[in-house]
């Protein structure tokens, strides 16, 4: 059983409190499904079908806040932690050589400061350029909040396969 220490939203707070809270909720949810794991486990290919490891999906996630909260909201000239693909995949996805604390600590540095850009905004209507087009902070924060619950999903199963732990 892993202990549950996320916190819930509110069932009536305004959007940019939901909006925000449900997303640190879903990173929570993914701290959780890696709670308690050592490297070797974080790092365990646990379905033989997936190449995917809960520490792939802490280094994903990591490059995937960094991409949309620096790059694309910020517009920052900012290198990927794991830059590139292996064998036609992410190099975050590719965990045999990875220092675990390393993924850890980038992964929560790149939450800490999408929460700072995401403040520093008045509305969650202020857009800025994207491949072309106008993106909202709101449509950033709802991306991210899919981007964190698909991979929860598969993070979920992957913990069962591990050690049997189950649950949201």
């Known amino acids: 059983m892993i202990d549950d220490q996320r916190v819930h939203p509110s069932k009536v707070a305004d959007d940019r409190a939901s909006l925000t809270s449900f997303l640190d909720y879903q990173r929570a949810t993914l701290a959780m499904k890696c709670a308690g794991l050592t490297g070797g486990q974080l790092k365990r290919r ?3 079908t997936s190449g995917l490891t809960l520490l792939g999906l802490i280094r994903h996630a ?3 806040e960094r991409t949309w909260f620096r790059s694309v909201v910020r517009a920052e000239d900012v290198e990927m932690p794991w830059p590139g693909r292996i ?3 992410f190099a975050e996805f ?3 050589d990875a220092d675990v604390d390393e993924a850890f600590e980038v992964w929560r540095d790149e939450c800490e400061r999408a929460r700072a850009v995401v ?6 209507d202020d857009t800025v350029r994207f491949r072309g087009e106008a993106v909202s902070i709101r449509y ?3 991306h991210m909040i899919e981007e964190y619950a698909r991979h929860n999903g598969h ?3 992957l913990r069962e396969a591990i050690d049997g732990v189950v649950g949201e």
């Open 87 to 89: 064998d036609g995949t």
């Open 94 to 96: 590719h965990v045999e």
């Open 62 to 64: 990591a490059a995937v």
């Open 155 to 157: 993070a979920d199963l």
């Open 119 to 124: 403040a520093s905004f008045d509305s969650l």
């Open 46 to 48: 646990a379905i033989p």
């Open 140 to 142: 950033v924060l709802i």
